[in-house]
């Protein structure tokens, strides 16, 4: 049972590069949303989706994409990276209304030079 | 807006005592579901409990316990018998039904041995 499935785990960028970040779960939960962890401000939502075909901004959006063709993958885009980009990155998936709290990925480390 | 205070930055505790984490939050939801997440340093978000709000008996698991006061939108966790594996960042994260875990800036627990 693998449940939330991150890659990479590390990654470095040169600024004004593009990159995708994978997540994928075998759990069948409707809804992945993607967090990033900068220090000392806890964990911010950027994109979710409820569904496949179904994708919403969160708190910081910016500089992100993301799509929703399967239940079971929600890819993140990077369009072209920035040093403010530099954190943590963290899949997460669902139940419906997530009663029973979300299924985190090991998370991705991305520095941005 | 939807709030979550983590007033307590660090916290130690000899091993084997006990030790309170706070948490209070702000929202106008009368339903809702409230967690703690613990990160060690491996980085992965681990669920350490969850309550529901329309639930009033207090959630456990293990040496794990929260006292949670709706009126008073409180959620502490407690930790008795502290052992070295349970230090760690605590994170509090409520839903309030709104797609997204709102997360406070956590607590970075230590054991003292």
């Known amino acids: 049972n693998a449940g939330v499935t991150q890659t990479p785990k590390f990654q470095v960028l040169k600024t004004g590069q593009s990159m995708t970040l994978q997540c994928a779960q075998d759990?069948?939960?409707?809804?992945m949303s993607w967090y990033r962890q900068d220090p000392g401000m806890g964990l911010r939502l950027i994109h979710y989706?409820?569904?496949?075909?179904?994708?919403d901004q969160g708190e910081v959006p910016n500089g992100y994409n993301v799509s929703r063709s399967t239940t079971e993958d929600f890819p993140l885009r990077l369009l072209s990276a920035a040093p403010s980009q530099t954190s943590v990155y963290f899949c997460?998936?669902?139940?419906?209304?997530?009663?029973?709290?979300?299924?985190f990925g090991s998370g991705t480390r991305l520095t941005v030079v | 807006a939807q709030t979550v205070t983590q007033s307590q930055p660090e916290m130690s505790v000899q091993e084997a005592e006990t030790v309170t984490l706070s948490c209070t939050y702000d929202?106008?939801?009368?339903?809702?579901?409230l967690f703690w997440y613990k990160q060690p340093p491996s980085r992965q978000m681990i669920l350490v409990i969850r309550?529901?709000?329309?639930?009033?008996q207090n959630a456990t698991e293990n040496r794990f316990s929260v006292n949670f006061q709706k009126a008073a939108k409180s959620f502490s966790l407690k930790i008795s018998d502290s052992q070295l594996g349970d230090a760690a960042m605590y994170f509090c994260?409520?839903?309030?039904?709104?797609?997204?875990?709102?997360f406070g800036t956590g607590t970075r627990l230590t054991i003292i041995p």
């Open positions: 989706s409820v569904g496949a075909g179904i994708t």
């Open positions: 929202t106008s939801e009368s339903d809702y579901y």
């Open positions: 997460a998936s669902s139940s419906h209304r997530a009663s029973y709290g979300y299924t």
């Open positions: 759990m069948n939960h409707e809804y």
């Open positions: 309550q529901e709000a329309y639930k009033q």
């Open positions: 994260a409520p839903y309030f039904g709104n797609e997204k875990l709102t």
